[in-house]
């Protein structure tokens, strides 16, 4: 007989889409969007349907296996757990609970998913990734300029005018940000696109392609025309602006043209797109996560912030800086635990290896890896290797041998949304949603909670707490309970969060110290930056840089993977041989080079073979290879990028990159 369940999409993306199940006979047969949901109405990506085909891979973890000399040799979980429970016993004793390090990420958002934090913390509290390998200098820096995160409600943008799409790529990353942006367009608002890749399949969009990490200096070159010009928002500046006249004065120099040399945007689109900005009615910017992948990230995000707080683009439909909010952390109950971990230690995701290796008292003895694949995913992956294999004992809790898996120690298979019962959210939209367990767990694979109740049971940490799923569900919602937020209500649908405003600020209290949105910024002195937005060039920019290596590389993310998910199985047989090396023709005609030929792509980590491909919307000079695809099928474009960290919020800097391409 053929059910259907109503779910929603895990992954760490913008939309978290709602999907259906079918099921016949206890086998999933067929996953599609739901056209009843409020937000993705039932469009979905590629990849929503490959969960199915991911489900059922050959290839699926089934069973726990520990290393065997080179080999795999599949245990029971009883084994498997006794194993852990040992090691993180002997290091507890040996060396301290912080000389274990449990790297979790978001390859789930899963709120069950997290409850290994709660292990951890009651273990005693252990060494944790601060900072982020995604968004870390953008969030840090709205903090400063707002006091918090607010978006606008994607509709909204039927309000704007002029909508600037500042580095962030809809056709790729966040799809139903498009019919938003046609409906804007229709309406008679001008999108217009900042980004050295010219973003294709954007209806009526036009180009502004700034060098790669320059955004900054357009920004602030913009910002002295709409000040020289007056086309500033007086009413707005005095009431809910502070720092204006020291921002204008440090302006007042870097002009259009002074801009114009440094981001390679000409002077007379600058002010163009100044007075477009200002002058036009409400401006919306969408900022995407791309541009904020630089040693500078906190400055350029800052810059463009203070774009929409000197025009009053702020609190008023159509305007906004939208990135992403942070409204759900107030919205469930606290489950992490952190009340019982008596040690702490941080080190930022961007350098997590370097922080590893030089790791001393404690040095880091065993590393657990939930819902990310380091190996992979992390910055200079050399180095990240190394400082895997340094630690004594790593496990790895995943669906696959991923890269990082293929190193561990102990590998436990996890279940997939599919097969455990959670709630899921996102800070990228405004929606939560519930996932039903659809079929029964493949093989012995357990869902995160299943695995650290097992395991808090055996070690007799008995402050884990032992309930059940949907006990769990109910302690995360009993804050929003008396609103009618229940998992009872959850079933029926998704649920908007009732505190997510349609416009961001539209109250226009900004819970920053002076309760003004910040061009002058104390904070930002205090965290080592300079009190009023300013440029300053990325690290790619360094002189030896430019010279060994005359090119950028961008390494952004792919349609149809999101990061390294999905490359090994539903692509199969469409994987090429090698990663594509894709450049404009006149990039590759400067270096000797045509389409098809074999090369190495080479920066000062590491190099990594692949094929030429030409690709028109690609600005001369930049080289593009998608980021995700696994070392083990070829990929591993990680290998390259820098462990830079960034100005501000433990940001990663993968973009920051420059290389030289030649023929293998
Ligand atoms: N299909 C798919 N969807 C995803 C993901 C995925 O992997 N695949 N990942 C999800 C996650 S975790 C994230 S963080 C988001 C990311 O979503 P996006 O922000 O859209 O993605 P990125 O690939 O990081 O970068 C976006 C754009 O930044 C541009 N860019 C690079 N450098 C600069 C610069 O210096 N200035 C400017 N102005 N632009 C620049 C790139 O050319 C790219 O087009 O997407 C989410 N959605
Ligand atoms: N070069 C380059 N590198 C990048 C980026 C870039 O733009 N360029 N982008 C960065 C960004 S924005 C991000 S967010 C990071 C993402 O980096 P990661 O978080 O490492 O990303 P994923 O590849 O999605 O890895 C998630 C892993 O978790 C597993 N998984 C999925 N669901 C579950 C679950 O429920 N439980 C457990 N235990 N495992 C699960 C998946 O199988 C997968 O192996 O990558 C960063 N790396
Ligand atoms: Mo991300």
């Known amino acids: 007989m053929k059910k259907t369940f109503r779910t929603a999409c895990p992954m760490d993306c913008f939309a978290s889409c709602g999907l259906l199940v079918i099921t ?19 469009r979905v990506c590629g990849k929503a349907r490959r969960h199915l085909d991911r489900l059922y891979h050959p290839e699926r973890l089934q069973y726990p296996m520990v290393r065997s000399g080179t080999g795999w040799q599949q245990v029971s979980w009883d084994e498997a757990l006794e194993l852990w429970a040992t090691k993180l016993e002997e290091t507890r004793a040996g060396f301290g609970t912080t000389a274990v390090l449990h790297a979790d990420a978001s390859g789930s958002n899963g709120l069950l998913r997290g409850l290994g934090e709660r292990f951890f913390n009651v273990y005693g509290g252990v060494t944790r990734p601060t900072g982020s390998l995604c968004w870390g200098a953008g969030l ?3 903090a400063l300029d707002f006091g918090g995160h607010q978006i606008h409600e994607w509709d909204d943008l039927v309000n704007s005018r002029t909508v600037l799409l500042w580095g962030r790529d809809p056709t790729r990353t966040n799809i139903h940000l498009l019919e938003h942006l046609r409906r804007a367009a229709a309406g008679g608002a001008e999108i217009i696109s900042i980004n050295p890749v010219q973003v294709r399949g954007v209806p009526g969009v036009r180009h502004v392609c700034p060098r790669p990490g320059t955004d900054g200096a357009l920004a602030l070159g913009m910002a002295h025309v709409i000040i020289a010009e007056g086309l500033v928002d007086t009413n707005f500046i005095k009431q809910h602006v502070q720092g204006y006249q020291e921002f ?14 440094i981001c390679g945007v000409p002077a007379g689109v600058i002010s163009e797109l100044a007075r477009r900005y200002a002058g036009s009615g409400p401006a ?8 904020q992948r630089y040693t500078n990230a906190g400055r350029t995000i800052r810059s463009i912030d203070a774009l929409a707080a000197i025009t009053g683009n702020v609190g008023m439909p159509g305007g906004g800086v939208s990135y992403t909010h942070q409204l759900w952390k107030q919205f469930f109950a606290d489950l992490s635990g952190s009340e019982f971990a008596t040690g702490r230690r941080t080190f930022p995701w961007p350098a997590l290896a370097r922080y590893i290796l030089a790791a001393d008292e404690p040095p880091v003895r065993c590393i657990v890896v939930t819902r990310c694949n380091p190996l992979t995913q992390l910055p200079d992956t050399s180095r990240a290797r190394a400082a895997f294999r340094s630690a004594d004992f790593v496990v790895v809790v995943d669906f696959f041998l991923t890269d990082t898996a293929a ?3 102990l590998v436990l298979p996890c279940t997939t949304f599919l097969e455990s ?12 949603s519930y996932m039903p367990a659809v079929v029964e767990p493949l ?3 357990k869902s995160e909670l299943e695995i650290y109740t097992s395991l808090a049971r055996r070690m007799g940490l008995s402050d884990f707490g032992f309930l059940s799923n949907r006990q769990w569900i109910d302690k995360a919602l009993e804050p929003v309970a008396d609103q009618g937020i229940t998992l009872e209500r959850l079933k029926e649908g998704p649920v908007r969060n009732p505190a997510a405003p349609q416009v961001a600020w539209a109250d226009r209290r900004f819970p ?3 309760g003004k949105y910040e061009l002058f910024s104390l904070r930002a002195q205090a965290a080592g930056l300079e009190p009023l937005p300013v440029y300053q060039p990325p690290e790619s920019l360094a002189e030896g840089l430019q010279t060994d290596y005359p090119l950028y590389l961008l390494t952004p993310h792919h349609r149809d993977y999101i990061h390294s998910q999905f490359w090994n199985s539903a692509c199969e047989g469409q994987l090429e041989p090698l990663p594509g090396v894709e450049m404009h023709p006149e990039t590759s005609a400067g270096t000797g080079l045509e389409e098809g030929d074999m090369v190495w792509v080479e920066t000062n980590r590491g190099r990594l073979q692949g094929i030429v491909k030409y690709a028109n919307e690609i600005s001369p000079g930049v080289v593009r290879v998608y980021q995700g695809r696994w070392h083990s099928l070829a990929g591993g474009v990680n290998l390259l990028t820098p462990d830079y960290i960034a100005d501000l919020g433990g940001g990663s800097c993968y973009y920051d990159c420059r290389c030289r391409v030649y023929k293998s």
């Open 24 to 42: 016949e006979n206890g086998k999933v047969v067929d996953i599609k969007g739901d056209p009843e949901h409020p937000l993705t109405r039932g």
């Open 248 to 261: 204008a004065a440090s302006l007042r120099d870097f002009t259009a043209e002074q801009a114009a040399d």
């Open 284 to 291: 919306a910017i969408v900022l995407g996560f791309g541009l």
């Open 421 to 432: 019962e959670d709630l899921v959210y996102c800070s990228l939209n405004n929606y939560l």
């Open 140 to 142: 840090a820096a709205q």
């Open 407 to 409: 190193e561990a120690d």
């Open 443 to 445: 093989g012995e694979s």
């Open 512 to 514: 920053t110290d002076s």
